[in-house]
């Protein structure tokens, strides 16, 4: 009897240590096998000019995490690889991206293209295979009119948003006259379309109010009915490229109003380079970071940044890509590649990212205040609200 007992606890134990061994070698094949993440990116038409800030921090973000040993996936450290598509500037062909990385690629994660319409055009796929993503460069009304579930936004600066507050900006500026100059492309349509009824309830009289195309080569007409109109701020709701074109036409034109607001592109590294720091110094643009010793980590983003590429980070573009890569990796710990798991707990948790804290309600991010920088001597200062500036705001004294 003791030789059949001790002869069982011998299998057993055998049994025990092959489990074991299996385990073990299961744990380090799965730390050996790279965790691939796939994503599209604008690199040719329209919107390439506009995607390199957020290409940075992804790689940045990639470099640093297979420099420490991989990415914690539920304990398991696992080297990050990238699969990366051309969306072409084309939202349709990012659809058909998305579903190409999860149904062919078989992924494991899953970043955020470019852009608010790529955003919205992927977020039925991403619903479809239940798949989650945490945004970044998306922001719109229309994001709320997304279904809650698998795709989530961590910017503040959304249209309506940027309305009540720009205006707010403007009466403490003491401003009673602007200039509305908008591309049509959808997010600065979008400004436009929010940003007037609240300078009108302000009683700021909008005194030149236009649109112009996203291909716009010339801007001196418009430009030169703004320097008859001699107003105290000019709003240019542009793009990145158009952004530039403004800038430097306004400098040929002598447009001297002491609030210059520049919509999107100024947070960019790129702008004070093509119109000259002396240019850039006094534009407002729109941004909700800044390397803030409150704000953990944002400091070592920045420098990190800077030492790798040479330039600035984009304010608000890198700092969004940077956040999103913070909630789906602490999501990642926690979770493993549970999709479902991970989508609860990025639905539910508060993150603390390089812009402080973040939480969703539904779709949106809830905490972060929606915020302005001005470029001053070559850096650019948030400088509304005050509750998070770092900065006053500067009168623009020329080009």
Not at 8 to 32: E, K, M
Not at 180 to 208: M, R
Not at 291 to 303: H, L, V
Request: avoid cysteine; hydrophobic fraction near 45%.
């Amino acid at each position: 009897m003791k030789l059949m007992a001790t002869r069982r606890r011998s299998v057993v134990a055998s049994i025990a240590a092959a489990a074991l061994a299996w385990g073990s070698g299961l744990a380090y094949a799965q730390a050996d096998k790279p965790l691939r993440i796939g994503f599209s990116m604008a690199r040719t038409g329209m919107l390439a000019n506009a995607t390199p800030s957020q290409l940075n921090t992804y790689e940045l973000w990639r470099e640093q995490v297979n420099a420490r040993g991989g990415m914690d996936v539920g304990g398991t450290k696992r080297k990050v690889e990238f699969v990366i598509y051309d969306d072409q500037s084309k939202p349709e062909q990012a659809v058909r991206i998305y579903e190409k990385l999860i149904t062919d690629d078989k992924v494991d994660l899953l970043l955020a293209p470019w852009g608010t319409p790529f955003h919205i055009a992927i977020a039925p796929v991403l619903e479809k295979y239940k798949f989650p993503v945490v945004g970044n460069t998306a922001a719109s009304v229309a994001l709320r009119q997304v279904k809650p579930g698998y795709i989530w936004f961590t910017t503040s600066a959304i249209p309506d948003r940027i309305g009540t507050e720009l205006t707010a900006m403007l009466k403490q500026q003491n401003v009673k006259s602007v200039a509305v100059l908008s591309n049509v492309l959808p997010f600065t349509k979008e400004i436009k379309n929010f940003v007037e009824p609240e300078l009108k309830k302000a009683g700021i009289d909008i005194k030149v109010s236009t649109e112009y195309p996203p291909d716009i080569k010339d801007m001196t007409a418009a430009l030169t009915q703004v320097k008859q109109a001699n107003v105290d701020a000019v709003l240019a709701l542009a793009y990145p490229g158009d952004s530039v074109l403004y800038a430097k036409q306004a400098k040929e034109l002598g447009l001297n109003n002491p609030f210059q607001f520049v919509a999107i592109g100024p947070s960019d590294a790129f702008f004070p380079k093509a119109v000259g720091a002396a240019s850039a110094d006094g534009v407002v643009t729109i941004a909700h970071w800044s390397p803030r010793p409150e704000w953990k980590g944002s400091q070592a983003f920045y420098d990190s940044y800077v030492k790798k590429f040479g330039e600035d980070p984009d304010y608000l573009n890198s700092a969004l890509a940077w956040m999103s890569l913070e909630i789906l990796e602490t999501a990642v710990a926690k979770n493993g590649l549970d999709k479902e798991k991970i989508r609860a707990t990025i639905a539910s948790d508060t993150f603390e990212t390089i812009n402080g804290k973040v939480k969703f309600e539904g779709v949106q991010n809830v905490v972060t205040p929606t915020a302005f920088v001005q470029y001053q001597k070559g850096k650019l200062q948030i400088v509304w609200p005050a509750s998070i500036a770092t900065g006053k705001f500067e009168p623009k004294k020329g080009w």
